[in-house]
């Protein structure tokens, strides 16, 4: 079982970076794979970007691609998403996963409750 906090959301100006963590708990954080999604009003949930249980191997979204990046400290079982070159387009609740080794969102069986990120034009 594994339980995920989010934080670091909040409001910026286009053109701004933010920073997510994801802090986990239970001793088997390592083992899982990790991932990004987030949701826009209206719209469903997509993926954003996700990392195997090493953090070495990475994938992502086209649409944030080079501009986000995952990472993790299994040593603190937190999982971060670096944010930079905010876009308006960027803004949605996002959620944290764990346990789905794909950008599939419904393989994934836990989840985090969400951190409103809102890019401001």
């Not at 970007?49 to 994938?59: H, M, N, P, Q, V």
């Amino acid at each position: 079982q594994v339980q995920l906090v989010e934080s670091g959301g909040g409001l910026v100006q286009a053109g701004g970076s933010l920073r997510l963590s994801c802090a986990a708990s239970g001793r088997t954080f390592s083992s899982y794979a990790m991932g990004w999604f987030r949701q826009a009003p209206g719209k469903e949930r997509e993926f954003v970007a996700r990392c195997l249980w090493s953090g070495g191997i990475t994938y992502y979204a086209d649409s944030v691609k080079g501009r986000f990046t995952i990472s993790r400290d299994n040593a603190k079982n937190t999982v971060y998403l670096q944010m930079n070159s905010l876009k308006p387009e960027d803004t949605a609740v996002y959620y944290c996963a764990a346990g789905g080794n794909t950008a599939s969102p419904s393989w994934y069986p836990y989840w985090g409750q969400g951190t409103q990120v809102t890019v401001s034009s």
